[in-house]
């Protein structure tokens, strides 16, 4: 099973963005992206000018980190969205953001979307009343996350409840906090997809 091994405080540097990939750290003053906001390497502070493909490839890099997913399943994303009837762009974004370790995260069970797909592969969640350890599962309209009962006590999962009082549940969602689930209400718009990324350049670097 593949796997990011790398320090993923130097994605936030690499896109000169913070993505947010470690939880609480990234709202302390030892987040790396606040102390060196500069990509990493030798020539990370020189000032360098950016060709339309370097762009449009790193709003694709971005996109793919900020879920934690690699090229492959990307491309399998975007092929999806290109068939679908909806603009493209935003039909990438709203498949991305319907994965079930991204909805364990937006809910507050996980402190980072790197922790919520831990927690899904390891039986955590129960996905309709049936355990799912899918990350990529894409859930739709009525569909019922909940902790199972024997994980609601795990430290992970109370520290990350914490944390979550920091970020807002979108409204597309709908918390039940007694019951430890959150039911999906709707698809999200593109408006409530928080992502800074302009997806119409992701659509022109997969149609060179």
């Excluded at 990307?74 to 909805?103: C, H, P, W």
Aim: aromatic residues 10%; positive net charge; charged residues 30%.
């Amino acid at each position: 099973m593949s796997r990011i091994c790398n320090s993923v405080c130097k994605f936030c540097r690499r896109e000169n963005q913070k993505l947010f990939l470690k939880g609480d750290r990234c709202y302390t003053d030892k987040c790396s992206f606040e102390r060196r906001p500069y990509p990493p390497g030798q020539h990370g502070q020189s000032r360098l000018k950016f060709s339309e493909f370097a762009l449009q490839l790193r709003e694709k890099q971005k996109t793919k980190r900020y879920y934690g997913i690699f090229e492959k399943q990307f491309r399998r994303y975007f092929a999806e969205a290109d068939r679908s009837k909806g603009v493209t762009g935003t039909s990438l974004l709203q498949s991305l953001e319907s994965r079930m370790d991204n909805i364990v995260y937006l809910s507050g069970f996980a402190s980072s979307r790197r922790e919520a797909k831990h927690l899904v592969r390891h039986n955590h969640f129960d996905l309709n009343g049936k355990t799912c350890n899918l990350p990529g599962q894409i859930l739709k309209a009525g569909d019922v996350v909940q902790v199972k009962e024997v994980s609601r006590q795990m430290n992970k999962v109370m520290a990350a409840q914490e944390s979550a009082k920091k970020r807002e549940i979108p409204k597309w969602m709908e918390a039940d906090s007694s019951s430890f689930s959150v039911t999906i209400k709707e698809k999200p718009s593109r408006d409530e997809i928080t992502l800074p990324v302009e997806e119409n350049m992701i659509v022109e670097y997969y149609s060179r």
